[in-house]
């Protein structure tokens, strides 16, 4: 190298990278030999050796620092090692190199910003969890917590939709069931509230009816007996004959209402006995024969076989279909249809024998549904408003359930269930 310092000098000046911003080579003594164009005349870089050449030095020396350098000041790491003579270990000097930082700075920089980039997005994206972690939480709490004050306010219908498996969902299951619970008890009550009214408005009626049957019966008998007596005895032109006949009919009706008004207040026993149900409808039928005769109205039977005897009080369910079947037959006009059907149905009480009786008659009005088997509820002007109130009285001693049916198309329905054990 002493010998080609011209060599060495073009060798330091070609710029092999842009980021070795100076290189000096010293003697052993510190003398600085060779140093790139830009430091050559900076004292403190080109002519300082930090490791005294190599005489003496023990090992490299790095550092950073602040340089002036190129008309600005750049961030410069400082690296000065010895330089050993081959296969020796003789120092012959030391050369000393200044690196620029900067791209180390920049790639820093670089990092740190997407370090900035990723804790932010991280903080986003945990913000975001945690609140969606939060509702999912808490949205069932609140659900929850609704749900019970509706449930509270008496909406026992209202359902908390939860279906998580976790303890809310529990929790929430058990306080649907309890509401279920305490919806079946309201319905409960209300029955037996309805039962209760029914029955002491039953017993005002049977007292009443009782009074009216002991004041009335006698004075009709006698009336009537009297009739009877001028009818025979006198000789009456055409219209005193009808006009007598149209008051023994006002008496049939009277005596027709008092019947039905005991045979409904009455309180009694049912005598019950096996029978098919298909000889009770038949027996119904016959008791209306004559207004059957009187109609041009089919009767359609669609009895199901085999199916179970029942254990009930004959005469009284015969009154239930014949008033059910009179009421059809006054709905119907000339060419109207009857239809019986029976068969099994499994009800939530249970197996029960279905009957339904319907007809194509004009309906029943959706306003009048409720009212129909309220005793005393008649849309005609020779009702008496018993026959359904009768009717159902006796279904129910039964334990059985009488409904209007909403009809396949237009007309009426009625639908009886009855308990199907043969004894009880
Ligand atoms: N098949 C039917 N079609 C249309 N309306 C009906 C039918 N059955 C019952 N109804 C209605 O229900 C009301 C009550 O019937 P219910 O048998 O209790 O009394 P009623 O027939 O009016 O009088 P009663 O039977 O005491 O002579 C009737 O007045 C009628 O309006
Ligand atoms: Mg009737």
Redesign the pocket.
């Known amino acids: 190298m002493h010998w080609d310092v011209e060599a060495l000098q073009a060798d330091v000046d070609a710029q092999v990278d842009e980021n070795r911003l100076y290189i000096v080579f010293f003697d052993r003594y510190g003398t600085s030999l060779v140093a790139s164009r830009d430091v050559a005349a900076d004292r403190a870089l080109a002519q300082t050796s930090q490791l005294q050449g190599a005489a003496g030095a023990s090992g490299p020396y790095a550092q950073a620092k602040d340089v002036y350098i190129a008309k600005r000041i750049r961030r410069v790491l400082e690296v000065e090692v010895p330089i050993f003579i081959s296969d020796s270990d003789q120092t012959w000097g030391s050369v000393k190199l200044g690196l620029s930082l900067e791209p180390l700075d920049r790639q820093v920089e670089r990092t740190r910003l997407v370090l900035i980039l990723i804790g932010l997005g991280g903080l986003l994206l945990g913000t975001l969890g945690a609140s969606v972690l939060a509702r999912r939480i808490t949205r069932p709490i609140k659900d929850l917590a609704e749900g019970t004050v509706r449930i509270a306010r008496g909406e026992f219908s209202h359902r908390i939709t939860i279906d998580s498996r976790d303890e809310i969902g529990g929790l929430a299951r058990d306080f649907n069931d309890m509401s279920d619970k305490l919806r079946q008890t309201l319905e409960a009550i209300e029955e037996a509230n309805r039962r209760l009214v029914q029955s002491e408005k039953l017993a005002q009626i049977g007292r009443m009816a009782a009074t009216i049957a002991h004041e009335i019966r006698n004075p009709l008998t006698s009336v009537k007996l009297n009739i009877q007596k001028v009818r025979s005895s006198l000789h009456l032109d055409e219209i005193e004959q009808e006009h007598m006949t149209l008051s023994e009919e006002g008496i049939a009706q009277i005596e027709r209402f008092i019947k039905?008004l005991l045979n409904f207040t009455r309180v009694s026993d049912l005598q019950k006995a096996r029978f098919g149900i298909d000889q009770i409808l038949d027996e119904s039928l016959k008791l209306l024969r004559d207004v059957l005769a009187a109609k041009s109205v089919a009767v359609e039977r669609r009895y199901a076989r085999g199916l179970p005897e029942i254990f009930v009080d004959g005469d009284r369910l015969r009154q239930v279909f014949a008033?059910?079947l009179?009421?059809?037959l006054?709905?119907?006009g000339d060419g109207g249809r009857i239809v019986i059907t029976t068969g099994l149905a499994e009800t939530e009480a249970g197996r029960r024998l279905r009957i339904r009786i319907s007809?194509n008659?004009?309906?029943?009005?959706e306003k009048?549904r409720d009212?129909?088997?309220e005793?005393f509820?008649?849309?005609?002007p020779?009702?008496?408003?018993?026959?359904?109130?009768?009717?159902r009285k006796i279904v129910e001693q039964h334990r059985g359930t009488i409904q209007?049916a909403l009809p396949g198309g237009r007309?009426?329905a009625?639908e009886i269930d009855l308990p199907c054990e043969g004894e009880p």
């Open positions: 039905e008033n059910i009179r009421n059809a006054e709905a119907l007809d008659g004009p309906g029943i009005p009048d009212n129909i088997f005793p509820f008649t849309t005609k020779q009702g008496f408003g018993l026959g359904l109130a009768n009717a209007a007309g009426a009625f």
